[in-house]
């Protein structure tokens, strides 16, 4: 099982990033998936998650401006990212809590990609 991310850059502050992430391989279902960030010398955080039923969850610093959304029949998860801020920039990887089709159950993460948001 494979995550795919895509869609990270440069982006002046307040304008908008579309992150996408895609789950390949022996996937039977996929629990929840996320995005979570991390800037050097500090712990990644989690930044929004979504579950398989549509539930989602944000962190403080993003609601608002962030929106998580998926397509199950794609096993994708996107992050339209709105109003960035300075303080946005890192790397954004995503995760995956997934089920494979002879029962194995872990979470995958994606290689991350890259967002600079400039002052």
């Known amino acids: 099982v494979q995550l795919q991310a895509s869609g990270g850059g440069l982006v002046q502050a307040g304008g908008s990033l579309r992150l996408s992430c895609a789950a390949s391989?022996?996937?039977?279902?996929?629990?929840?998936m996320g995005w979570y960030r991390q800037v050097p010398g500090k712990q990644r955080e989690l930044v929004a998650d979504?579950?398989?039923?549509?539930?989602?969850n944000y962190a403080d610093s993003v609601k608002g401006r962030f929106t998580i959304s998926s397509d199950n029949a794609k096993n994708t998860v996107y992050l339209q990212m709105n109003s960035l801020k300075p303080e946005d920039t890192a790397v954004y990887y995503c995760?995956?809590?997934?089920?494979?089709?002879?029962?194995?159950?872990?979470?995958?993460w994606g290689q991350g990609t890259l967002v600079t948001v400039s002052s």
């Open positions: 979504i579950t398989g039923g549509g539930s989602t």
């Open positions: 995760n995956a809590d997934i089920v494979t089709h002879i029962g194995v159950r872990f979470r995958s």
């Open positions: 391989g022996s996937i039977f279902v996929i629990n929840d």
